[in-house]
């Protein structure tokens, strides 16, 4: 399916409106299958029109499924893993060069000009061709941006988690100042807001998603349950709109295990909600006030 596309940055390349994460491939929200069961949600997601992939050499065995799409990579912010896990992606992908890598976390001690400049030399190098980062400020990407353009940088960013746009934050702000897209992981509230998740499902432990808030969150479903109706489509699909709504620079990536819900999360980017819906929803999740936080205490 010919899907919408984005530029990754300023003046990086055209991706599809909506990526795919392989977060649950990985195994972070339970079992993610045999080898041949990921592999087909993967040739699903080429089928229908999803290049975009966000993995990380974290993520089990997902660099050994993967050999061809247009992807991100993610790894750790000491500047000398930075180069030798480089290394190691590149002979797991089988490529030659990494469109995006960027670091998936920074650690706090090591200075994140240092990291970049590790960037830079793998860039110069021919083995990586954008840079880009995940979950820091944004004094943090005004810094790495100084050294070198950062193309992207990678967010949780969904109807539960707004924190980007705030003016505490100031981080949506940085990105479109310096050009920067928002890569958005997280994008259907770790897939809460499909409307179902099992008693035992290990997002139950997450504070935000707890037995209080609950209802809060099943109100907000059926809200966007109705916005679905008048579009033919399902709550997650009105969640993901909502967000590509939200500007040109911003891409989601959901991820996964299901071919049904691949076709679902890529049919997302043909939804287009009217300016009355999107500030709508907006209200709707204002008026939830979900109390806890995104991770639970160490």
Not at 243 to 270: C, H, V
Request: net charge positive; with cysteine; aromatic share 8%.
């Amino acid at each position: 399916m010919p899907l919408p596309l984005r530029v990754l940055g300023r003046d990086g390349p055209k991706v599809s409106a909506v990526g795919f994460g392989f977060g649950s491939l990985g195994g972070f929200y339970g079992p993610a299958g045999t080898f041949d069961e990921k592999l087909a949600v993967l040739e699903h997601a080429l089928a229908t029109g999803l290049r975009f992939w966000d993995m990380a050499d974290v993520y089990a065995d997902s660099e050994v499924v993967v050999r061809q799409p247009n992807g991100m990579h993610k790894f750790w912010s000491d500047p000398e893993y930075v180069k030798a896990a480089c290394e190691k992606s590149l002979h797991r992908l089988g490529v030659d060069t990494i469109d995006l890598y960027y670091c998936h976390w920074v650690d706090g001690v090591r200075p994140i000009e240092k990291t970049v400049e590790a960037l830079v030399e793998l860039k110069n190098q021919g083995k990586i061709r954008y840079l880009g980062l995940s979950e820091v400020s944004a004094v943090t990407l005004r810094r790495a941006h100084a050294v070198h353009r950062i193309a992207a940088l990678q967010m949780e960013y969904s109807l539960f988690t707004l924190d980007i746009k705030s003016s505490t934050s100031e981080i949506l702000k940085t990105c479109r100042e310096l050009g920067a897209t928002v890569v958005a992981f997280s994008p259907i509230g770790r897939g809460v807001l499909r409307g179902h998740i099992s008693k035992g499902d290990l997002r139950r432990m997450l504070p935000k998603f707890s037995k209080d808030n609950f209802p809060k969150i099943l109100a907000v479903v059926h809200g966007l349950k109705n916005v679905a109706c008048a579009h033919g489509s399902t709550p997650a699909q009105v969640t993901l709109a909502w967000l590509l709504a939200q500007g040109p620079d911003i891409i989601p990536t959901p991820g996964t295990k299901s071919t049904t819900r691949t076709y679902e999360n890529a049919a997302s980017a043909l939804v287009q909600l009217s300016d009355q819906e999107v500030q709508g929803i907006r209200t709707l999740v204002e008026q939830m006030r979900l109390q806890g936080t995104r991770y639970s205490a160490a």
